[in-house]
């Protein structure tokens, strides 16, 4: 039964999946909540497994997801919803030749989506800023958790330094201080 | 048919070598895939292959799984678009799915926990640091700073499902762009300057 649920729910996610990666971070985390498979901090975890990780994070996060919640079957069946959508889409528009990216109503489409996907990713980062305890009382702890997220973000921002040294370093400094 | 078989395996192998090295999310695939498949293979032109990438930021998916699934059945229809696919995925797979046993091992370990205490702040700046990146291609005009508000809004005070947000914004972009053609109004649909990046 748990088998089904999940493919039905990365399915969904697959086909929605515009933009790709931490747009679908959001989708996910309300999915995996609303079904009680995990809170928003332990899908944090995943976040932060899944960019250690090679490949792209939703198919990662899906994987992780899958395994957590019916081990070795969930993660096949998760995997296989969420890639099911793209390329059945893929092989329809390679079948007919048809230049989806040029067309107007394509245009028009994805002029509206791509902001709607930055408000679902900024969404994302202040739905997990809250949950895992940067926002809120006036605390050692808040502050501490504040000054690694705005060293993290100078860093990806100004010193592009690469994301899993930035998950690595940030790591290093927790078991140091916490 | 020998001749199909032997370009399958290629397909396959080209990808599952390398979907384990490239650590970054999709985009950092991008460079391995041009080297593999034009440099080495020689199995297209770099035009053809520029045209691969833009097509599969248009359809749902990780851009990396997607190109690769275009690539594959290029050369080889749906098995070769399978091949690519299954190719891609199969390493991941195997990685995630042993980083997550080892995950639930030591998750409880004190210097563990302290450890993702200090990275989840850091994967909230990830998470910014995406929304910077996609935001400076998305937002260059009114029209589309008005979108982005609104679906941070409606997603904190009414806590719509994001899935539903989603298929409003493709209805929306189109309404609003025949709204705007029917005002005499013209819209850029993207970005000028820059290569529009959705991922």
């Given at each position: ?16 999946s515009?933009g790709g990666g931490y747009a679908m ?25 899944a960019g250690?990780s090679p490949g792209p994070i939703a198919t990662n ?25 793209s ?76 994301p ?15 | ?17 390398i979907s384990?090295?490239t650590f970054g999310g999709g985009y950092a695939m991008i460079p391995m895939i ?19 990438f833009?097509?599969a930021q248009?359809v749902p998916g990780a851009i990396a799984v997607n190109s690769a699934t ?18 891609i995925l199969?390493?991941n ?37 995406a929304?910077?990146r ?63 990046l959705l991922d």
């Amino acid at each position: 039964m748990e088998l089904i649920t999940l493919f039905w729910t990365f399915l969904m996610v697959g086909f929605v999946s515009f933009g790709g990666g931490y747009a679908m971070l959001p989708v996910i985390e309300t999915e995996v909540t609303s079904h009680g498979w995990m809170t928003t901090q332990e899908f944090t975890d995943v976040i932060a497994v899944a960019g250690m990780s090679p490949g792209p994070i939703a198919t990662n996060s899906a994987i992780f997801v899958g395994y957590h919640v019916a081990s070795l079957p969930g993660a096949v069946v998760s995997t296989i919803g969420m890639v099911i959508p793209s390329l059945l889409l893929i092989l329809i528009i390679s079948a007919f030749f048809f230049r989806i990216n040029q067309h107007t109503l394509v245009k028009s489409a994805l002029y509206g989506l791509r902001p709607i996907i930055t408000g679902l990713i900024i969404y994302a980062a202040i739905k997990f800023a809250s949950s895992n305890e940067m926002i809120g009382a006036f605390s050692w702890h808040t502050i501490s958790l504040f000054l690694i997220f705005f060293i993290a973000l100078l860093a990806l921002v100004k010193w592009k330094i690469h994301p899993v040294f930035v998950i690595l370093i940030s790591g290093i400094i927790g078991m140091t201080i916490y | 048919m020998i001749n199909k078989r032997k370009i399958l395996l290629q397909v396959f192998f080209s990808f599952f070598k390398i979907s384990p090295i490239t650590f970054g999310g999709g985009y950092a695939m991008i460079p391995m895939i041009e080297k593999e498949v034009i440099e080495k293979r020689k199995w297209m032109e770099m035009k053809d292959l520029s045209e691969i990438f833009a097509l599969a930021q248009s359809v749902p998916g990780a851009i990396a799984v997607n190109s690769a699934t275009f690539i594959g059945y290029r050369l080889g229809g749906v098995s070769g678009s399978l091949a690519a696919l299954i190719g891609i995925l199969i390493p991941n797979f195997i990685i995630v799915v042993l980083l997550s046993i080892l995950f639930v091992l030591v998750k409880d370990n004190p210097a563990v926990a302290a450890a993702f205490t200090g990275i989840r702040p850091a994967i909230v700046a990830l998470i910014v640091y995406a929304a910077y990146r996609i935001g400076r291609t998305a937002i260059y005009d009114k029209t589309t700073l008005i979108i982005g508000i609104v679906t941070v809004g409606l997603l904190l005070i009414l806590k719509i499902h994001p899935v539903i947000i989603i298929f409003a914004g493709i209805g929306v972009g189109i309404i609003v762009v025949k709204i705007k053609n029917w005002l005499g109004i013209i819209t850029n649909l993207e970005k000028k300057e820059e290569h529009t990046l959705l991922d």
